[in-house]
């Protein structure tokens, strides 16, 4: 029997690859572009319009470069990223920051929950053992706390670092997840459409540097203002009876403790009684309407969820 055509057992290696926001960090980009290119098959930049030569200069260090027409944000650059790896047939998208906040030298760590199939999505973590944060201001890391705590009551998915857009797509990851938000929102966007569409998300230690000439783009102030509200709007939607219902209750007891001082009382001071009764009164009526408010959305989504269930056949 003469030999066959040669069959390939060898599986083909996995093709990585990494993604970079990019705004006006031309001080950084070069350095990062080359340290990741070390570790990965091709570095993808997003630039919206930079000023400065961040464009040339990551081209020149072997990046390919995509530049929007308008500024589209973080989220609308994300967008793009997770097209293109998709077109290129990547099995693995890696996000991380042009900034210098990120070290290129964890790739390694962070794809290997991807390529052990043991996670679709991990998280580059610098509030789990072993990752930790260089100069971070105090008032920053308990934003992030704040928002964190917010999140995990809404997901399943107990998240410790859900700011850290150090971060890994499997193919599965980038196939399936839908996303709209354009600011940094988004990065709590992802792990809600993760945790329904029941992908595997782990967290490997990391370290996140501050001492960097450009950290952030936005104010701590407004970067956190907008992610945590978009945590507690999507926690009222999923939860409404905890987000309206336990301040509502805390209303009504409190009202109905100050009518309660103010009937008491009615016999000795008449005249006086009548300020605290009113706000009595006002901090009850607030109360009810928050917990029937709470009482009729919740209802509402299990109407709709019942209507997707019947209509659909989702679950
Ligand atoms: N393409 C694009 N990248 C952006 C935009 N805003 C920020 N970036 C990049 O996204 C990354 C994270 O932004 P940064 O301001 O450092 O956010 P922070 O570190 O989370 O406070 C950095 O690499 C920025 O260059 C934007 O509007 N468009
Ligand atoms: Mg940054």
Redesign the pocket.
Known sequence: MGDGPEVDIVASKPLIVAG??????EETIGTIVRRTLRHVDAVLC???GSSDSSAHLATRCGAQVTR?RV????G??LKTLFVKSLQMGADILITL???G?HDPNDIPKIIEPILSGEADIVIGSRFIDGGTSVDMPAYRRLGIKVITAASNLSSDLNIKDT?S?FRAFSAKALELLRFDCEG?ELSLEILEDANEKELKVAEIPTVIRYDVP?????TALS?GFTVLAYALITLSQKKPLIVLGIPGFGLLATGAAMGLRAIDSVGEFTDVTIGPGITAAWIGVLGLSLIATGLVLQSARSILKLLIVKEFGID
Do not use: L, T, V
């Open positions: 970079m926001p990019m705004y006006n960090e997003i630039d919206d929007h500024n589209r944000g973080y609308g650059a920051d042009s900034d906040q700011q857009g940094m450009k950290g952030s783009r936005f970067h």
